[in-house]
Structure formats: C-alpha cells, structure tokens
C-alpha cells in the first residue's frame, strides 16, 4: 500500500500536539485500548495528514479512526466531505460515536480491526455488524 506523505503545515502540527494535551473522556479511553499496538496495528493519536488531524492513524493500514461527540450532529457534511477528501488520499476512515466508546468500548474495538482493503472507504458503526462467532 503506498505510503500517505502529504505534509502537514505547522500550524496543523502545533494544533495536533494540543490536541494530544487535550483528550476527550473517550479519546483517551480509546488510545488506552489501542496504544501500543494492542490491536495488532500501530497507532498514531491527533496525527496531521494535510490540511486535517485524526483521531487517530494506522499508517499501516492506512485507517482513520475517527470518533464522533455531539458537534458532529451539526456538522455531518463537512464530516462526510472530509471523508472524501481522505479517501482521495487512500486513507479509510471509521467513524466511531464517543457515547459507544464511553458506554460499549469493546464493541467498537472489534470494528478497528485489520479488514480486507475492499471494504467500504468510510464505515460508520451503526451500519456494521460482525458476524457472530460459533
């Protein structure tokens, strides 16, 4: 999978590091979870891809894993076009609701897993089910 290189400006560094300072409940519930590599993936938290910060990155896997508070209830198209804009750049993104991770982290762990690369470029969790296991 080619490498996703475009730059970051400074600005965009310095508000990822504040960022990194300022974790939400569920952000850092989150990175507590998958830091590490505990998933089996290495991850990146607040990391800037050009003109944008995720959440948190798996230059691996090229995955975004994006989580969602209630601001983004009146932001949805500006989320949907960035997702885009991501997807152009070969970044999958995975949009998580922060309730889930505070209430169900386990279930949204099993969503940020290695996945075959024709899944769909942006997953929310209310559209994913895992398959049960026997």
Same mark, same amino acid.
């Given at each position: 999978m080619?490498r ?8 965009k ?6 960022q990194?300072?300022?974790m939400?409940a569920? @952000? #850092? *519930? ?6 590490? %590599?505990?998933l089996?993936m290495k991850? !990146? ?7 944008f910060v995720?959440?948190?990155?798996? @230059? #691996? *896997?090229?995955?975004?894993?994006e989580i969602d %508070?209630?601001?983004?209830?009146q932001? !949805?198209?500006?989320?949907e ?7 152009k750049?070969?970044v999958?993104?995975i ?7 505070i209430t ?14 024709d899944?769909l470029?942006?997953?929310?969790v209310?559209?994913?089910?895992r398959?049960?296991?026997?």
């Amino acid at each position: 999978m080619p490498r996703v290189t475009r730059a970051a400006g400074k600005s965009k560094v310095r508000f990822a590091r504040e960022q990194r300072r300022r974790m939400t409940a569920a @952000e #850092s *519930a989150l990175w507590q979870a998958i830091r590490g %590599g505990k998933l089996g993936m290495k991850f !990146r938290r607040q990391h800037p891809i050009g003109d944008f910060v995720l959440d948190f990155y798996c @230059e #691996s *896997a090229q995955l975004a894993v994006e989580i969602d %508070g209630d601001c983004h209830e009146q932001q !949805r198209e500006y989320d949907e076009w960035r997702d885009q804009e991501l997807a152009k750049l070969g970044v999958r993104v995975i949009r998580v609701p922060s309730d889930q991770i505070i209430t169900g982290l386990p279930s949204a762990l099993t969503l940020i897993t290695p996945y075959p690369t024709d899944q769909l470029e942006v997953i929310q969790v209310s559209q994913v089910s895992r398959p049960e296991t026997v």
